[in-house]
Nanobody, 123 residues
Framework: QVQLVESGGGLVQAGGSLRLSCAAS????????MGWFRQAPGKEREVVAT????????YYADSVKGRFTISRDNAKNMVYLQMNSLKPADTAVYYC????????????????WGQGTQVTVSS
């Protein structure tokens, strides 16, 4: 079992920045691909960014490319999402997720999920 806890969400003005953190515990997550997903009210959960277990392969949704950066620190069992130039359209609950080895953009393929952290961007 893997437990994931997100933190770092909050209210920020458009153009501002936030850094989300995901702390993993339980089984070692160094062999797990990690992903950040988000879900806005009335919308389906969508991928934001994913990183494979080595950190060598990273995917970004087109909507966040150039503004968001995903990273991981396997020694600390942490995954981060640096979000810059935030827009009101980025408002959502952000979730951290894990699956073994190979990253995926499909949330259905992830085995473990955190409880989510709210990000609200005001205009």
């Amino acid at each position: 079992q893997v437990q994931l806890v997100e933190s770092g969400g909050g209210l920020v003005q458009a153009g501002g920045s936030l850094r989300l953190s995901c702390a993993a515990s339980g089984r070692t997550t160094s062999s797990y691909a990690m992903g950040w997903f988000r879900q806005a009210p009335g919308k389906e959960r969508e991928v934001v960014a994913t990183i494979n277990w080595t950190g060598a392969w990273i995917y970004y949704a087109d909507s966040v490319k150039g503004r968001f950066t995903i990273s991981r620190d396997n020694a600390k069992n942490m995954v981060y999402l640096q979000m810059n130039s935030l827009k009101p359209a980025d408002t959502a609950v952000y979730y951290c997720a894990a699956r073994e080895y190979i990253a995926s953009m499909n949330p259905i393929e992830y085995d473990y999920w955190g409880q989510g952290t709210q990000v609200t961007v005001s205009s």
